[in-house]
Structures are given as structure tokens and as C-alpha cells.
């Protein structure tokens, strides 16, 4: 199994907009071959000492794949590419964490 934790830093005040779009591929992704897991997560504000405070232009990614192959199709898949086109101007910058369990 592969883990990907992929933080999007949107482009300031496009959150919710960057959501609504990557809410309309979930579905397609969900549905594709070795997909376990995909879903956006978002800061919650909590009263935690060690959390910092809420950052509210970032989405998380958290992704579960089978494999890293199937990670791979993923990211060329058509509804990715499409996706792609309709958030570039929602987006300031993606770092990716590809990870294993340990």
C-alpha cells in the first residue's frame, strides 16, 4: 500500500472554490482501479498546544492507493488532467508526501 498526503496551498480566498471542484472528482477517483482511499481535509481549530494556528488557503489530500503503479495512473488519468485545467488559477503550490507503512 502506498500513502500520499498531498497539501495544496490555494491561491489566498479560493478555498472553497478549489473544494467544490476537487469535491466533483472525488467520485471518479474513488471509482478508479487500486484506489483506497481519497479524500480534502481542512485545519480545524482546536485548543492543542502543539497545533499550529488553522491555515485557511490549505486542503489536504490524504490518498491510499495499492500500489504505486496504480498511484501513477492516477495522475494521468483524464478527469486528473481536466481537474487540472479547471483549478491552475486556484492553486499557488502542491508539495506531495509518498509514503509506506513502517
Partial sequence: MVIVIATIHCTPGKRDQLLDEFRAVVPLVRDEEGCIEYGPTVDVETSIPAQA??????????????????????????????????????????????????
Wanted: charged share 30%; net charge negative; hydrophobic share 50%.
Fill in 53 to 102: 494556528d488553522p491555515d485557511l488557503d490549505r486542503v489536504v489530500v490524504v490518498e491510499k492507493w495499492a500500489s504505486i503503479a496504480a498511484l501513477e495512473a492516477h495522475l494521468i488519468a483524464p478527469h486528473m488532467l481536466e481537474y487540472r485545467g479547471r483549478v491552475k488559477g486556484l492553486i499557488e503550490r502542491v508539495d506531495i508526501q509518498v509514503l509506506e507503512p513502517a
